[in-house]
C-alpha cells in the first residue's frame, strides 16, 4: 500500500430493527435520581451529620471557657469534623474563635435537627397522641384513616425524605466555618 492510499474504511452497520443492539438500552436518570434521593435516609453519612450537630453545639459550649484556660481546643474541634463529618483539617489552633462564632450557628442548627427529626415519629405515631376523639377539624379528618394517613404521610414520611437534605445543606455551612477557622 503507498502512502497517498488511504485504508479501506468500512461503513458501519447499524442493527436493523429486528436486531439486538449489543449496547444496553439507556438508564432512566430520573429512577436513579428518584432511589437515591429516597435512600439518603437511611444512609451512615445522613446519621453522622446528625451525631455533629447534635454534639457541636455542647462542644463547642465547653470548648469556650477551656480555651481561655489554654487547653487545645482547636484539636478537639477538628478531631470532631475529622471524625464526624470526613473532613481532616490541619493548621492552626484558633478553637477559641472557633467555638464563640459556631456556638450561636450550632445552637441553630441543633434545633432544626431535633425538631425536624422528632417529627417522623411524632406524626408517624400520631394515633398514638392523646388528641381527643373528633377528627372532623383535623388535616386530613372527618375520619381517624384520613386524618392518620394525612400526618403519616406529609409529616412523617415528608420529613424523613427531606431532613436528610437540610441536614446536608447545614452541615456544609458548619463545615466551611470549621475550615475557615480551624485550618
Known amino acids: 500500500m503507498a502512502i497517498s492510499e488511504k485504508p479501506e474504511q468500512r461503513p458501519q452497520q447499524r442493527p436493523q430493527q429486528n436486531q439486538k443492539s449489543p449496547l444496553p438500552p439507556p438508564r432512566d436518570d430520573s429512577a436513579v435520581r428518584a432511589w437515591l434521593f429516597v435512600r439518603e435516609a437511611f444512609t451512615a453519612g445522613t446519621w453522622r451529620r446528625v451525631a455533629y450537630a447534635l454534639l457541636a453545639f455542647p462542644m463547642g459550649v465547653l470548648c469556650v471557657p477551656l480555651a481561655l484556660l489554654g487547653a487545645p481546643t482547636g484539636r478537639w474541634q477538628r478531631g470532631l469534623v475529622r471524625r464526624l463529618l470526613g473532613r481532616e483539617l490541619s493548621g492552626s489552633s484558633r478553637g477559641l474563635a472557633h467555638a464563640m462564632a459556631a456556638v450561636p450557628l450550632n445552637l441553630l442548627v441543633l434545633a432544626v435537627t431535633v425538631y425536624g427529626w422528632s417529627l417522623v415519629p411524632m406524626n408517624l405515631g400520631w394515633p398514638l397522641r ?8 383535623a388535616w386530613g379528618g372527618p375520619t381517624f384513616a384520613g386524618a392518620w394517613a394525612f400526618h403519616a404521610i406529609v409529616g412523617g414520611f415528608g420529613f424523613l425524605l427531606l ?21
Open 130 to 137: 392523646a388528641a381527643g376523639s373528633d377528627y372532623s377539624d
Open 163 to 183: 431532613m436528610p437534605w437540610l441536614g446536608r445543606a447545614l452541615a456544609a455551612v458548619q463545615l466551611r466555618l470549621a475550615a475557615a477557622l480551624l485550618s
